[in-house]
């Protein structure tokens, strides 16, 4: 069975992972990521490569990466935590030095692509993926695939403008990320108790709400809300099987029934609205990065087998 090494790069750590055709994760590590010097970043990934080489005979390395990854020609756009990774070629770079055949694409893509596969959207073919983080991003999979878009930016669900208001000459606009996002639900918070942001984070607001806190039961209602209003937006816009969410907010308990809630309440207002958006946690959670990145990696080199779903078992 061959094997791969695959590669998810954060912008605190690189999470690597030596994984076979099947996805099976055979051993798992992480390094600090660096920031600045790409030789640096270079020599750290390539220890990883020859120190899994020395146990596992290698077909490919597979890379999920934040920014604006061109997978065709290997290169990363945009802007990330880290400026180092934007611009070289990292097909020619990994390749070069490994003799080992690279793709990489986005990191969000790579999670909703390791849902597809194996986890909560398995079996389906069209599904929107939201990781709801600092900032809110996403991925939507059409027909099996990843739809990129026109410019690299399909998914970029943040940037939906949720609150427009134009009055005495002055136009005021809210993204979703500016609403939704965990960071809108700690500046929400701070706001409604009149403390600094820095005094609290996500889980602090949580605990003060199951304390019995008021102002921090209402930041988090408006937090749902507005998570709830972009999902009922997506599946009005693009009408996929499945929303899943990601981000490390998903692994709360009520985290999706909260979500439900807020949409039923919606939807109890919208006459015309007949179609209930299917809302679910993303079920691999750290782990999709990288087994979205090995999914994409089989795509790309035609090792998928017939269809374009291989076999999960």
């Known amino acids: 069975m061959r094997c791969y090494i695959v590669f998810d790069i954060g912008g605190t750590y690189v999470k690597h992972a030596v994984m076979n055709e099947r996805g099976d994760f055979l051993e798992k590590g992480r390094y600090r ?28 390395i597979a890379i999920s990466s934040a920014g604006s990854v061109d997978s065709d020609i290997g290169v990363i756009g945009g802007s990330s935590a880290l400026p180092c990774i934007h611009g070289p070629n990292f097909k020619d770079v990994f390749g070069g030095a490994t003799g080992l055949p690279v793709e990489l694409e986005n990191d969000a893509n790579c999670a909703a692509l390791g849902e597809l ?3 909560a959207g398995r ?15 996403g991925a939507i999979v059409k027909d099996g695939r990843i739809h ?31 609403l939704a996002a965990t960071s809108a639900l700690v500046r929400m918070a701070a706001e409604e108790k009149g403390m600094q942001e820095s005094e609290l ?9 199951e304390g019995g806190d008021e102002a921090a039961q209402k930041a988090i209602d408006r937090f749902y809300f507005s998570l709830a209003q972009g999902i009922f937006n997506l599946q009005y816009a693009y009408d996929p099987e499945k929303i ?13 029934s909260e979500i439900n809630k807020r949409l039923s309440a919606l939807l109890s207002v919208v006459s015309i609205a007949k179609v209930r958006p299917v809302v679910e946690a993303c079920r691999f959670k750290n782990d999709a990065n990288l087994l979205g990145a090995l999914y994409h990696y089989l795509e790309r080199r035609g090792e998928l087998g017939a269809g374009p779903f291989p076999p999960a078992d």
């Not at 984070?201 to 709400?209: N, R, S, T």
């Not at 899943?244 to 999706?256: A, E, L, N």
């Open 117 to 119: 596969w194996k986890g």
């Open 148 to 178: 990129k878009g026109a410019h690299l930016h399909g998914g970029e669900f943040g940037y939906m403008l949720m609150d427009v208001r134009y009055a005495n000459g002055t136009l005021e606009c809210k993204t979703w990320s500016e």
């Open 123 to 137: 079996g389906c073919r069209d599904i929107a993926f939201v990781i709801v983080g600092t900032g809110i991003g």
């Open 33 to 60: 990521s660096e920031r600045h010097d790409f030789q640096r970043f270079r020599d750290d990934l390539l220890r990883v490569v020859r120190h899994a080489q020395a146990s596992y005979e290698l077909s490919g």
């Open 244 to 256: 899943i969410v990601g981000g490390g907010i998903s692994s709360r308990p009520d985290f999706i």
């Open 201 to 209: 984070d996500g889980e602090k607001v949580f605990a003060l709400a």
